[in-house]
Nanobody, 118 residues
Framework: VQLVESGGGLMQPGGSLRLSCAASGFTFSNYFMSWFRQAPGKERELVAV????????NYADSVKGRFTISRDNAKNTVYLQMNSLKPEDTAIYYC????????????WGKGTLVTVSS
């Protein structure tokens, strides 16, 4: 099983980035996919989640209206489009795959660093 994040980097406030997470080794379309983030000195927090078919999404209040999660089940990839970036969005962003029905499974990627600074 692998979740490989990409697309992180340094961006100025107000800019945009798109993160990608390529999945392999499991049946991607059976899993809810989420993005979490962890800022220095803080706990990991949920940023956005999308259901297995992509029909429902939910977001942390701090990113609503700025971030959009999407998925392509044909490509086994989940995305996070981040617009109007703020310095407080600086964090390591992690991809998560969760199967909430038996057999229960939960997988994590290694993360990609996003730094928002002028």
């Amino acid at each position: 099983v692998q979740l490989v994040e990409s697309g992180g980097g340094l961006m100025q406030p107000g800019g945009s980035l798109r993160l990608s997470c390529a999945a392999s080794g499991f049946t991607f379309s059976n899993y809810f996919m989420s993005w979490f983030r962890q800022a220095p000195g803080k706990e990991r927090e949920l940023v956005a989640v999308i259901t297995s078919g992509g029909g429902t999404t939910n977001y942390a209040d701090s990113v609503k209206g700025r971030f959009t999660i999407s998925r392509d089940n044909a490509k086994n990839t989940v995305y996070l489009q981040m617009n109007s970036l703020k310095p407080e969005d600086t964090a390591i962003y992690y991809c998560n795959a969760n199967r909430a029905v038996p057999p229960l499974r939960n997988y994590w990627g290694k993360g990609t660093l996003v730094t928002v600074s002028s």
